[in-house]
């Protein structure tokens, strides 16, 4: 069935670090990918998505690429700061019966001064 | 623009017990989803609902309905309430039912049961 693996968390760094969190996914077809972010106390925010291979999505410094060769959807950022701290979901929506979202465990990222 | 709102925050209850959580979508969205996140988990698809219809349904027994009306809000219920119900539950909203559309998530409803 479909699903998504997530890096394994905590992940602590330095402000101004680079980030990357990993991200591989199963699906039959051709899935939308996602990735949301959680601040504490708060729902779910949609940071970026790619609904087709080789797409970029970029936000707020974040950028994912969707690679179907290597069936990943890495976020990465160059530089974080310590607002970015939050738990960093990958997801994915199936195309054709795509009202269902299959979401990784997440990753929780704290940035430190 | 009012966004998602779901209620009540917090809420105990016992084995056996039933619940019945609200969610209000935000303004303009027909369509309402709800999942529910255990602690250190992903959230997990419950079911989905579409102009009051039910539109799709994950891997949740039957214990679990939902409900939606005619202004878009949404409940959800649980019967015979287990101690792995324990989660936070969430409530997305989106417009048209349609495939790819992004949904937007209310801060959830933290449900405990002893």
């Known amino acids: 069935g479909d699903s998504v693996t997530q890096m394994e968390g905590p992940v602590t760094l330095s402000e101004e670090a680079f980030l990357t969190i990993n991200c591989t996914y199963t699906?039959?077809?051709?899935?939308?990918l996602f990735w949301y972010v959680q601040y504490p106390g708060e729902g779910l925010q949609l940071l970026l998505k790619?609904?087709?291979?080789?797409d970029k999505g970029s936000n707020k410094g974040f950028e994912a690429t969707y690679r179907k060769e290597t069936t990943s959807f890495h976020l990465e950022k160059g530089s974080v700061q310590v607002s970015d701290s939050a738990v960093y979901f990958c997801?994915?929506?199936?195309?054709?019966?795509?009202?269902?979202?299959?979401f990784g465990t997440g990753t929780s990222l704290t940035v430190i001064p | 623009e009012t966004g998602v709102t779901q209620s009540p925050t917090h809420l105990i209850k016992t084995r056996g017990q039933q619940v019945t959580l609200r969610c209000s979508s935000q303004s303009g969205h027909n369509t309402v989803s709800w999942y529910q996140q255990a602690l250190g988990q992903g959230p997990q698809f419950i079911f989905q609902?579409?102009?009051?219809?039910?539109?799709g349904r994950g891997n949740f027994p039957p214990r679990f309905s939902g409900l939606q009306f005619p202004n878009y809000s949404s409940e959800l219920n649980v019967n015979a309430l287990e101690l792995d119900d324990s989660a936070l539950y969430l409530c997305?909203?989106?417009?048209?039912?349609?495939?790819?559309?992004?949904?937007?998530f209310g801060p959830g409803t933290r449900l405990t049961v002893l």
């Open positions: 790619a609904t087709k291979a080789d």
């Open positions: 699906a039959t077809g051709y899935p939308s």
């Open positions: 609902y579409y102009r009051e219809e039910e539109n």
């Open positions: 997305a909203s989106s417009h048209g039912g349609l495939a790819g559309d992004e949904q937007f």
């Open positions: 997801a994915l929506l199936r195309d054709f019966s795509g009202n269902q979202f299959y």
